[in-house]
């Protein structure tokens, strides 16, 4: 099936997170979709796939105009999407997934989607256990019921979005083996990935987003550097920077190894010394916020030493954390950090470290409208967090930060800020290093990461790369790092 | 504030007009059944201070409620914490010969204890062992039943006979004094007042209420500001317990003189729909408690006087209490 996308728009508020984009997918064929982190990848992928509503576009199926408002529709029509967290049902069993989404009435003929099951598996040379729950496989062979379920299911054009994360080298290969006989079969394949390698091993054709618009697109062969150069754009010219005389080690990591479910990075060292910037550049969720947790006390290393100060902390509770002066800056501002429903005056009570144990709400209030106008917050004492804009919310977690820090984390300091809100985050920052304060953040902006680091620590694939210094890097070493390049 | 009022009043309106219809269906005369209510509650002082037999344990479990809803915690486990307040006290009081002024009060501690202590397990199992508290309270109150009457057949049965109808009467030290002709006495009352007015101002005054109510609304945040939440759930659990384990205490020394097997009166469970249309606020506990004990009392007298069956009252508190927080449903979309 051959897909179209004509001048395809989406807003999500003032973000333009689809920016008239099309392109078109020939039917036989693997098409990437390449981008950094919030280039657009994703909304355009639900759009494709019914999960959200264009503003504005056409979608063509061999050059009928289609229309789905929900996902089921979209199946219906021929599209079915994987996503990167298998969305299926972990305490059911492979068939009972296998089953879910099929429209044959009340009853379900079991002995037929086991014979279908089976079928499909030995077509592609899958082993899954039918009665196997499905939390007890592992990310590839979920994929793998899901690829099944969704072929079933008569879908022609497959999308897969970063379909290679957290998944085994053999699986890797079986998954693109399975792709390319798909491809055969006549199917449409849309492989959405940041990798670089994995997009010319597999696909014919590229189209590179960034910033909610199409930059490229490119056939076979490619070149790394002209993918580099559509994903990343031209570097700013590097900032004169201040010279800044280091002091005491705050941190200090040996041989750590951080792990979730899905992904395990080993041998992660770093020594981080007072007034240092350190940037963890890479795709989000490539364990850049693992490690920042650990480091804060918020969740225990699978392995290696953590030491603040002189001191190891494994095992030790989120309060000594505090105590040492090291604060953590998530990136879920209303998740993890503020209250909502409680208005700005309580939140610095909150956080105020010791105090009475009768509030005296008047001063309390003039504290807060203290630290409102120093961190020109725009709000006011009674102002519930909720209703603050992101770039307030993220300066009220500023504000709310002990004083004395010696260690600041912070997790994409200025994401969803305009500009004006993010040059403010990162003037209190460097006027925070300055004072002896140890700066290690995340950042999905590589911009970001090159104009304020010190030192750089690229995430990518389950492993870290050595240590950079932010000096003698430029945008496009650091994009091949992160597409998993020379790593 | 008028508006809120309104949208308080307008789910008893509905409810007492939907009950005044099913009335109707079978064929009772509803003002008849009203009055009947009414007079069964507020008919003269002794009946009055049956209604505040009830508003007492409802008082106290509401306070109690107050301080887990604030921490965002559901202690359906209120009833067993009754129930084990009221065992406490009754050990203490067929234990403990002492005279009544030193007696009373240990019996009340005894049975605040028991609260405490049963309430904190249902929050252990939370903190330590990831038992949601709706469901390790649900099953601790089956516990909590099942050694009331473990107790009253075996241990504790009456001289020569075992029989579910209780335990045998207390000794006379160990009742609490009643006012004169009436079944209520003076210091129970002032014990929920006060109680009331002390978690008010807690809640609303010190920072222990507010780090509690930074819980309630986002664990995750309250934890990242350094507030210690297991321990504050912890103790959100143990002083509810302990105010629930005293109006277990006080059905067992004041009401019943024995430990019976129903000793909780349901209590703990109609206490959290109090909680709930009083919007999770203190000033309107004493009042709806004092409705809801009206109603229950009130109906009592329905068999009797009109062949109409009492759970007529349970009825109407039930529907009173969907209304409500349908009328908050409703009032959530047409506001936003």
């Known amino acids: 099936m051959r897909l179209e996308l004509k001048g395809i728009h989406k807003h999500f508020g003032p973000v333009h997170a689809n920016n008239d984009i099309s392109m078109t997918v020939e039917a036989g064929t693997i098409h990437g979709l390449l981008g950094e982190n919030g280039a657009g990848k994703s909304t355009l992928m639900k759009v494709l796939s019914g999960f959200i509503h264009r503003d504005a576009g056409e979608i063509l199926l061999d050059s009928r105009a289609v229309e789905f408002k929900t996902p089921a529709e979209a199946i219906r029509a021929g599209i079915g999407m994987l996503h990167q967290d298998p969305l299926d049902f972990p305490p059911l069993r492979v068939l009972d997934n296998f089953l879910l989404g099929r429209e044959e009435g009340f009853l379900q003929n079991r002995a037929q989607a086991l014979a279908d099951l089976q079928k499909l598996s030995q077509q592609f040379g899958f082993d899954l256990d039918p009665d196997a729950f499905v939390n007890s496989l592992t990310v590839g062979e979920r994929q793998q019921l899901e690829i099944m379920r969704l072929l079933s299911l008569g879908v022609q054009i497959l999308i897969f979005d970063e379909p290679t994360t957290g998944i085994s080298l053999p699986q890797k290969i079986k998954l693109f083996d399975t792709l390319r006989v798909l491809a055969q079969q006549g199917k449409t394949i849309i492989f959405v990935t940041h990798k670089l ?73 770093l020594q981080v010394r007072a007034r240092e910037v350190i940037g963890l550049a890479g795709i989000e969720g490539s364990g850049q916020r693992l490690l920042l947790r650990a480091c804060a006390g918020l969740a225990q290393p699978v392995k290696g030493e953590i030491w603040v100060g002189g001191t190891k902390m494994n095992q030790q509770p989120y309060e000594l954390f505090l105590d040492r002066g090291v604060s953590y800056l998530p990136a879920e501002r209303l998740e993890e950090g503020l209250v909502p429903g409680l208005n700005l005056t309580e939140h610095f009570i909150l956080a105020r470290r010791v105090t009475k144990f009768f509030i005296d709400w008047n001063a309390a209030t003039a504290n807060a409208q203290m630290r409102i106008k120093e961190y020109s917050i725009r709000g006011t004492p009674s102002t519930k967090v909720e209703s603050l804009s992101g770039g307030n919310q993220q300066r009220a977690l500023l504000a709310l930060l002990y004083p004395n820090i010696d260690l600041l984390l912070l ?75 020379g790593l | 504030m008028a508006r809120n009022a309104a949208w308080t009043l307008m789910p008893i309106v509905i409810g007492l007009v939907l009950t005044t219809l099913a009335l109707i269906a079978v064929g009772a005369d509803p003002l008849k059944a009203y009055s009947v209510m009414w007079n069964g509650a507020f008919g003269n002082p002794a009946k009055f201070s049956n209604v505040i037999d009830a508003w007492i344990p409802l008082m106290l479990c509401s306070v109690g409620l107050l301080i887990t809803f604030t921490a965002g915690l559901w202690n359906i486990g209120i009833e067993g914490q009754i129930v084990m307040g009221a065992i406490f006290a009754t050990w203490a009081a067929r234990t403990l010969v002492l005279p009544s002024e030193i007696l009373i009060p240990l019996i009340l501690v005894a049975g605040m204890i028991g609260g405490a202590l049963w309430a904190l397990l249902a929050g252990a199992l939370k903190v330590y062992g990831r038992v949601h508290e709706i469901f390790g309270g649900l099953g601790l109150n089956f516990v909590a039943t099942g050694a009331t009457l473990y107790l009253i057949i075996c241990p504790w049965k009456r001289a020569g006979i075992a029989s579910t109808s209780g335990t045998d009467l207390f000794r006379p030290p160990a009742w609490l004094p009643n006012l004169p002709g009436l079944t209520v006495g003076l210091l129970e009352i002032i014990v929920a007042i006060v109680s009331l007015v002390i978690v008010y101002l807690a809640l609303r005054g010190t920072l222990w209420g507010l780090q509690l109510k930074a819980i309630g609304k986002n664990t995750r945040s309250a934890f990242w500001l350094g507030i210690p939440t297991s321990r504050h759930m912890l103790g959100a659990f143990a002083l509810c317990g302990m105010l629930a384990g005293l109006a277990g205490a006080e059905q067992a020394i004041g009401v019943w003189a024995r430990l019976i097997p129903a000793i909780s009166g349901g209590y703990g469970y109609l206490s959290i729909l109090v909680v709930l249309l009083s919007g999770f606020q203190a000033i309107g506990v004493p009042f709806v408690a004092l409705f809801f004990a009206a109603v229950a009392k009130g109906s009592i007298a329905l068999p009797l006087d009109l062949q109409l069956d009492s759970a007529l009252g349970g009825v109407l508190q039930g529907m009173i209490v969907l209304l409500f927080v349908l009328s908050q449903g409703v009032r959530a979309r047409l506001v936003r």
């Open chain 1, 197 to 269: 390698q994995d997009a010319e091993d597999l696909c014919e054709r590229v189209t590179v987003l960034r910033h909610g618009k199409v930059t490229g697109e490119v056939a076979r062969p490619f070149t790394a550097d002209e993918l580099v150069r559509l994903m990343f754009g031209q570097s700013l010219q590097a900032r004169a920077r201040a010279t800044v005389v280091l002091g005491e080690p705050v941190l200090e990591l040996r041989d750590v190894c951080v792990a979730d479910y899905r992904l395990r990075v080993p041998d992660i060292n």
């Open chain 1, 411 to 485: 997790e994409h300091p200025t994401r969803g800020l305009d500009f004006e809100s993010s040059m403010w985050v990162w003037r209190q920052l460097l006027e925070q290093r300055e004072s002896g304060t140890a700066i290690v953040f995340a950042s999905a902006d590589l911009d970001e990461i090159l104009e304020y680091s010190d030192r750089i620590l690229v995430f990518s694939g389950g492993r870290v790369a050595q240590v950079l210094s932010a000096k003698e890097t430029s945008v496009q070493q650091l994009g091949e790092l992160i597409g998993g390049k």
